[in-house]
């Protein structure tokens, strides 16, 4: 079956620091991959996607690599600020599998002054 | 403003009650969803529709129930069938429900239900 696999949270970083959180999958076809974000309280919004291999998903700092040889789509960002606390989500859909979404379970990111 | 409004914001249910949380989406998208998030476990998927007059289940059904009348609208009825049904309920909506795997999901702000 189709699975998404993230680092476990809370991850706790100082500003300013380097943030990696790590995603891989199992997928039966070719999915398209993506990077979802909650904040508190709120629902969830589209970050960053990619839809084949060597792909990069990138925004407001955020970046992502599709890589098909790791099966993997790791986020990275240089510098992050205390108002990227959130809930970081990773996603993948399958080509032709109608717009179901199959995520990850989820990674808490906590940036203190 | 366009978007997918939630209501209420907090539910709670008694006993063998049936409760009913509300979508709405005026973004005149074809295709909505509805999510639980549980701690620690993510989204699963509970139903979905591609189009008004028709839904499928999703992962989780068992226990709830849905209608699609409008188009713009997404009812969830968690019935008393459901034996855990404290969680964090997304609604969420896409233009199409078919094939572009690359569509974006709009979300709602969720409803958090808990059990009396």
């Known amino acids: 079956g189709n699975s998404v696999t993230q680092m476990e949270g809370p991850v706790t970083l100082s500003e300013e620091a380097f943030l990696t959180i790590n995603c891989t999958y199992t997928a039966t076809g070719y999915p398209s991959l993506f990077w979802y974000v909650q904040y508190p309280g709120e629902g969830l919004q589209l970050l960053l996607k990619?839809?084949?291999?060597?792909d990069k998903g990138s925004n407001k700092g955020f970046e992502a690599t599709y890589r098909k040889e790791t099966t993997s789509f790791h986020l990275e960002k240089g510098s992050v600020q205390v108002s990227d606390s959130a809930v970081y989500f990773c996603?993948?859909?399958?080509?032709?599998?109608?717009?179901?979404?199959?995520f990850g379970t989820g990674t808490q990111l906590k940036v203190e002054l | 403003d366009g978007g997918i409004t939630q209501s209420p914001k907090y539910l709670f249910r008694k006993e063998g009650q049936n409760v009913t949380l509300s979508c709405e989406q005026n973004?005149?998208?074809?295709?909505m969803y509805w999510y639980r998030q549980d701690p620690g476990q993510g989204l699963r998927l509970i139903y979905y529709?591609?189009?008004?007059?028709?839904?499928q289940k999703g992962d989780i059904a068992e226990g709830y129930s849905v209608s699609r009348e409008k188009k713009e609208s997404f009812p969830l009825t968690v019935t008393s069938a459901q034996k855990n049904p404290t969680a964090f309920y997304l609604c969420a909506s896409s233009i199409g429900g078919g094939g572009r795997s690359n569509e974006k999901l709009f979300f709602g702000s969720g409803t958090q239900l808990s059990v009396l």
């Open positions: 990619a839809t084949k291999a060597d």
């Open positions: 973004l005149n998208h074809d295709a």
């Open positions: 529709s591609q189009i008004v007059n028709d839904f």
């Open positions: 996603a993948l859909r399958l080509t032709g599998g109608g717009n179901k979404l199959t």
